[in-house]
């Protein structure tokens, strides 16, 4: 089966930093994928990682550990426009280019002043 | 130009039209996807075109009918929808294992 788990919401202050986490039980795993969205908008890439690790990009940072089905995303120096769901995605294997994402539920993020 | 367009962005239909939704993008990907999204949920595939053809169909009712004339275009052909179906419809595409680009959507409503 597919499970994907992030919390539902989260809250955090303007200039502060805040670690967003999902954890997965998937047949199959080829990557995992960090998504943002505003409310109305369409998701927009914000990472990718395929290997452990941390990957680092601007304020936004992602970590990936496979033995524990396990990732978080870190946002630092948080900004009121960065209010949004997030949502954690698993590539499913094969495909070659194709991308089969499996999404989790996603995490909505209130910034607060 | 790294955009996906969709149109239009909002549509309402009766659940005996026939509508269409579009979506174009002009980065040379090859493979192109729709989803359906509800609201306060995430984008559950539908669709999956992998050089025009119709590499993966997530057991979506006929009522939905994907297609591909070009390597820029994918439409969904839509009919006798039920309102369950409202939703918002994202198109996406992607050239490599490493990310996939979405465009706005479209608002759908049946009535």
């Known amino acids: 089966g597919q499970n994907i788990d992030q919390p539902t919401e989260m809250t955090a202050t303007e200039g502060a930093i805040v670690q967003i986490n999902c954890t997965y039980q998937?047949?199959?795993?080829?990557?995992l994928f960090w998504y943002q969205q505003h409310a109305g908008e369409a998701p927009t890439f914000l990472s990718y990682?395929?290997?452990?690790g941390l990957e680092e990009k601007g304020r936004f940072s992602s970590f990936l550990s496979r033995s524990k089905g396990y990732s978080y995303l870190l946002l630092k120096e948080l900004q009121m426009k960065d209010s949004a769901s997030y949502l954690c995605?698993?590539?499913?294997?094969?495909?070659?280019?194709?991308?089969?994402?499996?999404f989790g539920t996603g995490t909505l993020l209130a910034v607060q002043p | 130009d790294t955009e996906v367009t969709q149109t239009p962005k909002h549509l309402v239909m009766g659940m005996t039209n026939k509508k269409s939704l579009k979506c174009e993008q002009h980065?040379?990907?090859?493979?192109m996807y729709w989803y359906k999204q509800k609201a306060k949920k995430p984008p559950e595939l539908m669709f999956v075109?992998?050089?025009?053809?119709?590499?993966i169909n997530e057991s979506v009712p006929s009522r939905f009918s994907p297609e591909c004339p070009n390597s820029s275009l994918l439409n969904l052909h839509l009919h006798a929808l039920q309102p369950e179906d409202s939703a918002l419809y994202l198109c996406?595409?992607?050239?490599?294992?490493?990310?996939?680009?979405f465009g706005p959507g479209t608002r759908l409503t049946v009535t």
């Open positions: 996406a595409s992607s050239q490599t294992a490493y990310e996939q680009y």
């Open positions: 998937t047949s199959g795993f080829n990557g």
């Open positions: 990682n395929v290997l452990d």
């Open positions: 995605a698993v590539r499913a294997p094969g495909g070659g280019a194709t991308n089969k994402l499996i």
């Open positions: 980065m040379g990907h090859r493979a």
């Open positions: 075109y992998s050089y025009e053809k119709l590499s």
